[in-house]
């Protein structure tokens, strides 16, 4: 029996995620390890709801440190809302070089999600960190074929968690997994309800990404071929992907996407925020 060890109860992904893999005869919530920020108060206040909700329905134990959670884990699922402590905390638990899945987005900057993806590889811990759009099975399209995608969706700020990085990253993730695209110029058009991003990739393709402010949380997507155009919308069963992308790596350590994949992520969210602030080109 797999044994999952939860670290951060402070976000909505995490009764999704425990109801699913309760279905799985293999795998088991062994313990959480309850930690938020203070000054991130609308994440807390889910705490004492998911701890609850964990330790009665699924029978999992309460860590009171990292190392107790360590000793009762196989796998650690790293759903901490608040990406200033990912670090930190991943610091803490990489000697013991168990599987870690990290809540979007892997870290806050480039250089700290590097710094990151360098300490796993020299602990051997395998690492998956991705937004559910990703493997949304709505946006799986023919790559060879592809000449361009755009992809819209709504945006949400926290003053803490670095512009982007907070709800970007879902349409940055959506568009990498379509396209798999390398990109290397990042320009944006501002209006008064939405953000318009253009992508140019290392291929000379032409992608976009619209962020809009509008109370609408609907995520859509427009792949051009060369001789027609597929609209998609993403459905309401928006976590099955990553979930099932999620229970496979629990049982084989083996990441879906490389560290290449996960950097290429947040250098585009880096580069989102940067084309913001200076309303130019930004090249990666």
Known sequence: MLKVGIIGLDTSHVTPF?????????????SVFPCTSEDFRFAAD????????????????QAHSL????????VIWMETADARNRFSQFKKIADAGKPVYINKPLALSLKEADQLLELAEQKGVPVMSSSALRFAKEIKVDQNNLVS?????PIEW??????????????????????????????????NKKNEFHL????????????????????????SYPDEKDHKEIGSNLFDGLIKMLTEFTRSGKAPLSHDQMLDTIRITE?????????????L
């Open 200 to 223: 140019k990739d290392t291929e000379g393709r032409n992608h976009f990404m619209t962020f809009h402010q509008n109370g609408s949380y609907k995520y859509e997507a427009t792949i």
């Open 18 to 30: 425990a109801k699913a893999i309760s279905n799985e005869r293999d795998i088991i919530i062994s």
């Open 158 to 191: 926290q003053k803490t968690q670095n512009g982007y990085f907070w709800y970007g990253i879902h349409l940055v993730d959506m568009l990498h997994g379509m396209t798999g695209a390398k990109v290397k110029e990042v320009s944006i058009k501002n209006s």
């Open 67 to 74: 190392d107790q959670l360590m000793i009762h884990s196989d």
């Open 46 to 61: 889910k705490v004492s709801i998911n701890l609850s909700h964990l330790k009665n329905d699924y029978g999992a134990e």
């Open 149 to 153: 995608a755009a992809c819209f969706g």
């Open 271 to 283: 580069a989102l925020n940067h084309a913001q602030l200076s309303s130019v080109k930004v090249r």
